[in-house]
């Protein structure tokens, strides 16, 4: 939302300046301002998004004016970040797909301490978030999943009047174009042999948008940003809508403990740009943080969007050990925590890591009795409970 200030002068709306930014807005002032030469606040507002105008008490050269777009009131012209937005979306009390219940899994828990530590890695999907299907999804299994996020996408951000007509349902073509997208990001592949390729969230919207007929596309630059900016939250906006998350039981409580005990703590994760920001949605819901920065080391943050590789590529956890031992701790200092075991803590091991299996929900656990037994595959922990975490690092 982009506010003007006008002093004086003014005869009609018509004599107001319309710059670049304004294309698509109209024009709101007060009656009191109108009788009176105008003076005062001009707002902007998307045509066919707005709530009636509601000013202060006018002044005689200059007052102000506030407008109510979707419930939030915007009164500068500085982009969203994706947790501003997030927060937006949540004051809306939308209708999102809830995580599903989870189920405890019959294991009994080692938790020898392991002398030494100094840092925790975690996983995110699946041991801090729990999320429906077990793991973070592009393409679900389920259409009817795939449709009603799709729509939810098309019609928060009014894309259908951007887009060729083709017979079929607007959603479905939406889809096409997603789809095209994904298979041409995930067929570029990576030059590493063994490295299997990950699709960033953002990177796959912005190509969906690029094929927009965009002189027909229009948007709440100041509000969402620029078209990369855009394209992070219409990513956040379809995976909310696809898969229902929230933070595994005791995962604030656990990262607090932990970080107080003077234990660094990063991440190792197939994650995406709203990966952090999902995270601190869910222990926010759990109690107060300002940001998972709080909890967790930025410098030891290893996400597979920004690595352009996803698990079980050995180059991730490579990455990762890097980080660690630029903040001073060795991979075998590091107590990595995930509930998946062949496809992941297997191959940190083997980058130097110790391991735990997080065994907290079925749904999320990835762990085949008979590798539990094998020398060469097996964590040196196991955990039922976060918060066992405690335990193993002398807490």
């Known amino acids: 939302m982009t506010v003007y200030v006008v002093t004086g002068g003014r005869t009609s709306f018509k004599d107001v300046c319309r710059p670049p930014e304004c294309q698509g807005y109209s024009f709101g002032f007060s009656r009191t301002g109108a009788t009176s030469g105008l003076s005062g606040t001009v707002v902007l507002f998307p045509r066919d998004r707005w ?4 000013f202060g008490t006018p002044f005689r050269t200059q007052f102000w004016g506030v407008c109510s777009v979707r419930g939030m009131v915007y009164s500068g012209d500085m982009a969203k970040t994706l947790p501003e937005y997030a927060a937006w979306l949540a004051e809306r009390d939308l ?4 995580a599903p219940r989870q189920e405890a899994v019959k294991a009994s828990p080692y938790l020898k301490p392991i002398p030494g530590l100094k840092a925790v890695a975690w996983d995110v999907y699946g041991t801090l978030l729990h999320i429906a299907d077990g793991e973070l999804l592009f393409q679900h299994p389920q259409q009817i999943r795939m449709e009603v996020a799709f729509d939810k996408t098309l019609q928060e951000f009014n894309i259908w009047n951007a887009m060729s007509r083709k017979p079929g349902p607007p959603w479905q073509q939406l889809q096409g174009l997603y789809t095209r997208a994904y298979d041409d990001l995930r067929l570029a592949g990576s030059s590493r042999k063994g490295d299997l390729t990950e699709v960033d969230a953002a990177r796959l919207w912005r190509k969906v948008l690029g094929k927009l007929e965009l002189d027909k596309f229009s948007y709440d630059e100041g509000f969402y940003g620029d078209l990369d900016q855009l394209a992070e939250k219409m990513a956040w906006f379809f995976h909310s809508s696809l898969q229902g998350i929230e933070a595994a039981p005791t995962a604030l409580t656990t990262l607090r403990e932990v970080r107080a005990a003077g234990f660094l703590q990063g991440l190792i994760a197939d994650g995406q740009c709203f990966t952090e920001t999902q995270l601190l949605r869910g222990l926010q819901a759990q109690g107060t943080l300002a940001a998972v920065t709080d909890l967790v080391g ?30 001073g701790v060795e991979p075998g200092q590091v107590l990595y925590i995930s509930a998946r075991l ?30 539990l037994k094998d020398p060469t595959v097996k964590p040196d922990r196991l955990l039922t409970e976060l918060r066992q975490v405690r335990e193993i690092l002398e807490i």
């Open 95 to 98: 209708r999102w797909p809830a």
């Open 51 to 54: 709530t009636p105008c509601k």
């Open 342 to 371: 062949r496809d992941d803590l297997a191959v940190a091991r083997q980058a130097g890591f110790r391991t735990a299996l997080f065994a907290g929900d079925k749904l999320s656990l990835k762990a085949a009795a008979a590798d």
């Open 298 to 327: 930025e410098s030891v943050v290893t996400l597979s969007c920004r690595e352009g590789v996803r698990k079980p590529s050995k180059s991730l956890y490579q990455h990762a050990v890097e980080r660690f031992r630029e903040s």
